[in-house]
């Protein structure tokens, strides 16, 4: 099955420094690739995410780019706020999300330093 | 949030005791999940649902089943609960198949098995 590694475990950046939370995959099927952000106590909710055939996706802050040739994928959050501080998973599915649900990644909890 | 709830929020139960976690939604979706959220694990998937009647295992079904009787409600039991079962539950539904295949999450329940 997919399997989905992802570093660092725990990031911390100063506020208004840029995050960049990293990805890979195993299996070379996989294409679609979400990532989700969780505050403490809360449920996973997603932030943004990518498919296959497209290299790289905006939105206001937030970026996520993929290479599926070395099969790793990104997310860059520029201009970090104290709001950004939560967990980050990334995921991989090889059908859309759906049929067969998402291999997510253990997470990284990013801090905001003030 | 999407129409998405799950009953109980929190349970205490001891070993070897059935326990059945309920997944309510009212968005009309057609695939339903089920994971388990533990430390230094992410999340995992447990099984999931394609339709009335139609479920499949996860990466972890072991000690677990499912049911699904209504397009509304995902049923996820444990027929003997082991401590190793405590964790928090999280219910996703997706439409797939549309523009989108974001999964929501449920609030998802907190089990401990004493």
Redesign the interface.
């Known amino acids: 099955?997919e399997n989905v590694e992802?570093h660092p475990s725990t990031l911390s950046v100063q506020e208004g420094d840029s995050a960049v939370i990293k990805c890979t995959y195993s299996d070379s099927a996989s294409n679609?690739f979400?990532w989700y952000k969780q505050e403490l106590g809360k449920?996973?909710?997603?932030i943004i995410?990518i498919r296959s055939n497209v290299g790289e996706k905006k939105d206001q802050r937030i970026a996520v780019t993929l290479n599926k040739t070395a099969k790793h994928f990104s997310l860059h959050i520029t201009e970090t706020q104290p709001e950004d501080s939560a967990v980050y998973?990334c995921?991989a599915?090889m059908?859309?999300?759906?049929?067969?649900?998402?291999?997510?990644?253990?997470?990284t909890h990013l801090i905001i330093q003030p | 949030?999407a129409g998405i709830t799950q009953s109980p929020r929190h349970k205490v139960t001891e070993t070897g005791t059935p326990v059945t976690l309920r997944c309510h939604q009212t968005e009309n979706h057609?695939?339903m999940?089920w994971?388990r959220q533990d430390p230094?694990?992410?999340?995992?998937?447990i099984h999931?649902s394609?339709g009335v009647k139609d479920t499949?295992k996860?990466?972890v079904s072991d000690g677990y089943s499912v049911s699904r009787s209504k397009t509304e409600d995902f049923l996820l039991t444990l027929e003997s609960a082991t401590s190793s079962q405590t964790s928090v539950y999280?219910c996703a539904i997706?439409?797939?198949?549309g523009h989108s295949?974001?999964?929501?999450?449920?609030?998802?329940t907190r089990l401990t098995v004493l």
């Open positions: 099955g992802q679609y979400p449920r996973p909710q997603l995410d998973f995921a599915s059908t859309g999300g759906g049929a067969d649900g998402l291999t997510f990644g253990k997470g | 949030d057609r695939y999940y994971y230094g694990h992410g999340l995992r998937l999931y394609y499949d996860g990466e999280f997706s439409a797939t198949g295949n974001e999964q929501f999450f449920g609030p998802g």
